[in-house]
């Protein structure tokens, strides 16, 4: 014989149980959300024993594969003019060891108006969580042909530390972050994610869940750059916004995955600027290890 009087009161008390393990989950969740809100990583949070895997760099929003080419092109504002920008950033297959974590090496290479302005390299690591870091850079900076500076970091040496570049899962809101601390030569510049969920089109195609940073030097705050990161691609667009005299604008142009015979003439010619690097910068660069060629670097897919 069925009881629908204690089915009810089994029901309300089902109802009124299952009402708070979900007022308890939706606790649980906040509070856990909260917290991983709040163990966002920042610069503070480098370790060096955290890199098993460091040259393989797969964070979907900066994929660094060996052999890949990116090709921007825009304008930018120099001496009250605007002119002309091009810039080839080359992911080149060496590795260089700094503050005790091998890194992959960078050839970055800025023209205005056709003319080399800025070639330089720079080093990336990924941590075991996904997070990206940088871990120094050398520049050289040209006028007219001639050189005139050298504002290189490296991280370990000379108070410089490494900085972020990109976590492995940047959202909003989270706090801003140091890409990179260069104290001699007063290199501070910060980041923070500045939208999500965006969309954009560039002269090489058109993206959706677009990730936007905007990115600052710590000594002048008003002139923010922006980076438009698309998942899988990378940096696909950079503008700018607040109170910027230069007005960076670039879009990517072309990307290519680079033959063994170019890839062979890319690692020459970043050994040629490392070579000049030990020359020019003895008292910093040439305290480090020699890069080298990288010997079963993963691809990312």
Not at 122 to 129: E, I, L, M, P, T
Not at 190 to 197: F, L, P
Request: charged share 25%; aromatic share 8%.
């Amino acid at each position: 014989m069925r009881r629908p009087h204690v089915a009810s009161a089994a029901a309300t008390l089902l109802l009124v149980l299952f009402a708070s393990a979900c007022g308890r989950a939706s606790s649980t969740e906040a509070a856990t959300a909260t917290t991983i809100a709040e163990k966002v990583v920042t610069e503070k949070d480098f370790n060096r024993d955290k890199f098993s895997d460091p040259t393989t760099i797969d964070n979907q929003w900066l994929p660094l594969n060996p052999g890949a080419q990116f090709v921007y092109e825009g304008s930018a504002i120099d001496d009250d003019r605007r002119i002309a920008r091009r810039v080839i950033f080359t992911v080149t297959d060496l590795t260089k060891v700094i503050d005790g974590v091998r890194t992959l090496v960078a050839w970055d290479r800025d023209y205005n108006n056709g003319q080399l302005v800025e070639p330089e390299l720079v080093f990336f690591a990924q941590d075991n969580d996904g997070h990206v870091w940088t871990l120094g850079q050398y520049p050289e900076e040209y006028e007219d042909g001639e050189l005139v500076k050298t504002p290189a970091w490296i991280a370990g040496l000379q108070g410089a530390k490494a900085g972020l570049v990109m976590r492995a899962q940047p959202r909003m809101p989270t706090s801003d972050y140091s890409q990179g601390l260069g104290p001699k030569v007063a290199y501070a510049d910060r980041a923070k994610v500045h939208k999500t969920g965006q969309e954009t089109c560039v002269a090489f195609g058109c993206y959706r869940d677009v990730l936007v940073t905007e990115e600052w030097d710590a000594a002048e705050p008003a002139a923010r750059q922006l980076k438009y990161y698309a998942p899988g691609v990378g940096n696909v667009r950079v503008g700018w916004a607040g109170h910027d005299p230069e007005q960076e604008g670039l879009s990517l142009v072309n990307l290519t995955q680079l033959s063994p015979e170019a890839m062979a003439e890319v690692r020459r010619q970043a050994l040629k600027l490392e070579q000049r690097a030990y020359v020019i910068s003895k008292d910093l660069y040439g305290r480090t290890a020699p890069a080298e060629p990288a010997s079963g670097i993963r691809q990312s897919p």
